[in-house]
């Protein structure tokens, strides 16, 4: 028997869709199920719905624990072969709000702030001192564990924890999985399983690069037609409701398509969202400060549907998630392929060696092979490099406790540089750092 981990056990049904599938894969099914949060109401609660599917739908094999707060952190961990990470420093409220409303005030509107941009930076500041935490407690009480990380943003955050502590690290996004087939289905294009596909670049901004039918048949010449076809189609009307435009343009512009959403992806560049040209959010359907809707959506719909999740009928189906398949692969040493963000170590060579990348990995008992790739054709490793350089500049602030690393970040950040000032973006940074205090560690 061995031990599963969940930091941020609060994030219930999360938390239902990585140890459900846990449970329902002989090879996990008896793990202990540690569950560890700071919130005591969202862990009990996440608590009993745990228990209730180890009884519905695993015999109550499990053992199932549960851990509050950082006094609590070590037990938690104690002894644990994986530790999955989906944590939220700060919450919506207040940081979240503070990371969208006051870049407002200078004029820097976002869509979703988690993963680049300003707010995606300062994500990374709350976060990564946590992290810290984390690794060390495990180095003390697992160290020989697998961290498994959910939390945005990715390439900063895993890209830390691989360079700057021992802990064995993979990063893990939803996008890779449903890239291809849903950008297949999307634009009706008939395929025979199993498809062939090559991904490679950076989380959030992973390129497809290569995809085949089951019979060898290159599918991108037909992708390219039709999406640049509805792309023409759409901006001619000026005001389309269709949701992955700017990924379209992409494939017109640079001939590929990429992993993340077109929301996500409007604003890791500096093409859409422009004070000079406000017609372009309406004409590429952009959803301006979409994250903050979707949490309210969200706290919205736990509200309604909590007691579904806590009723003793609870189940569940194994998902698309690679937390389970990846714990399996190494127990049973069972191959399985994942796209995991890693050290870029000369993977892909056009882009830098301590950067973090999104690469196909084997995973097996020997823990998580990546594999090396040509270099990316030389716009997709640019628009790879506009995000990198924050990212790396973020992380050296985190480290270094440096505010010049802080506007260094943000000043080579793609949107933030496109709208502002070098002026307004060093006051935005002071401004961000003082609403942040106490979320934040001190910076000189």
């Not at 700017?246 to 996500?264: A, Q, V, W």
Request: hydrophobic share 40%; proline share 5%; glycine share 6%.
């Amino acid at each position: 028997m061995g031990k599963i981990t969940f930091m941020g056990a609060g994030s219930t049904v999360f938390a239902k869709n990585v140890l459900g599938d846990c449970m329902l894969t002989p090879a996990l099914r008896d793990f202990e199920l540690s569950l560890y949060d700071i919130d005591a109401e969202r862990l009990e609660e996440s608590y009993i719905m745990i228990d209730a599917l180890n009884k519905n739908i695993n015999e109550g094999r499990a053992k199932i624990t549960k851990h509050l707060g950082i006094p609590n952190r070590k037990e938690a961990l104690r002894g644990a072969n994986f530790v999955v990470d989906a944590i939220q420093v700060g919450g919506y409220e207040p940081c979240t709000v503070t990371d969208f409303e006051i870049p407002k005030k200078y004029g820097l509107r976002q869509t979703i702030a988690d993963t680049l941009g300003i707010g995606g930076i300062f994500r990374a500041l709350r976060t990564i001192p946590v992290l810290e935490g984390f690794a060390e407690d495990m180095d003390a009480v697992c160290p020989n564990a697998w961290f498994l990380n959910y939390t945005n943003p990715m390439a900063m955050l895993a890209g830390y924890m691989q360079r700057y502590t021992p802990i064995k690290t993979v990063g893990l996004c939803h996008s890779v999985q449903v890239c291809a087939r849903g950008l297949l289905n999307t634009l009706g294009i008939e395929y025979k399983e199993p498809i062939r596909e090559r991904i490679a670049g950076i989380n959030h901004m992973g390129w497809l690069l290569e995809i085949e039918d089951a019979d060898g048949n290159d599918l991108y010449p037909e992708i390219r037609r039709r999406a640049i076809a509805k792309l023409e189609e759409e901006l001619a009307k000026g005001n389309s409701t269709f949701g992955d435009l700017t990924r379209y343009e992409y494939i017109r512009r640079f001939g590929y398509y990429c992993t993340e959403s077109s929301e996500h992806n409007a604003e890791y560049n500096n093409f859409f969202i422009k004070s000079k040209y406000p017609e372009l959010i309406q004409k590429y359907n952009i959803p301006l400060d979409e994250y903050p809707r979707r949490c309210v959506n969200q706290i919205a719909g736990w509200k309604n549907d909590r007691e579904k999740y806590l009723k003793g009928d609870v189940s569940h189906t194994r998902t698309h998630e690679y937390a389970s398949y990846i714990m399996e692969a190494m127990v049973t040493d069972n191959p399985y392929k994942i796209g995991g963000n890693v050290i870029n170590n000369g993977l892909i060579p056009n882009l830098p060696a301590e950067a973090c990348v999104e690469v196909a990995c084997l995973v097996n008992k020997y823990g998580v092979q990546p594999t090396k790739q040509p270099p990316l054709p030389l716009a997709l490793a640019a628009m790879n490099m506009t995000n990198i350089n924050a990212q790396l500049l973020t992380i050296e602030a985190a480290v270094t406790k440096k505010k010049e690393y802080i506007y260094q970040a943000a000043m080579l950040e793609p949107h933030t540089s496109a709208e502002l000032s070098i002026d307004d973006i060093v006051a935005l940074c002071d401004d961000l750092i003082e609403a942040h205090k106490g979320w934040l560690p001190e910076y000189k």
